[in-house]
């Protein structure tokens, strides 16, 4: 039974944007009160994490790597939670995860999340 579906992956050219998109999936599952977080797998690495935002959205942290380039957002209302990214680069290629955390606190290891998506590939040209 899949709970999260991501959406917005693409092939892009380096400079470009894209927007990924995580919706629950389900009448009973629910994003609201927890925090939430993007992490991504390049081929042949581990899965590291992206960017992560509190059930509130009020707070938000990010990898060093793509900080002041991406940008984490949800609607509550909607269910669904964001991540717009802007100057790509090469290195940013990989499949993002969307992820629902064990609690309202936005984190950084992979361990303080229990749902997943399936994934969606972004690829970045040079």
């Known amino acids: 039974q899949v709970q999260l579906v991501e959406s917005g992956g693409g092939l892009v050219q380096a400079g470009g944007s894209l927007r990924l998109s995580c919706a629950a999936s389900?009448?009973?599952?629910?994003?609201?009160?927890?925090?939430m977080g993007w992490f991504r797998q390049a081929a042949g690495k581990e899965r590291e994490f992206v960017a992560a935002?509190?059930?509130?959205?009020?707070?938000?942290f990010y990898a060093d790597s793509v900080k002041g380039r991406f940008t984490i957002s949800r609607d509550n209302v909607q269910n669904t939670m964001h991540l717009q990214m802007n100057s790509l680069k090469p290195e940013d290629t990989a499949v993002y995860y969307c992820?629902?955390?064990?609690?309202?606190?936005?984190?950084?290891?992979?361990?303080?999340?229990?749902?997943w998506g399936q994934g969606t590939q972004v690829t970045v040209s040079s």
């Open positions: 389900g009448r009973a599952f629910n994003l609201y009160g927890y925090a």
């Open positions: 935002i509190n059930w509130s959205g009020g707070s938000t």
């Open positions: 992820a629902r955390a064990t609690g309202s606190v936005a984190r950084t290891a992979s361990n303080d999340y229990r749902y």
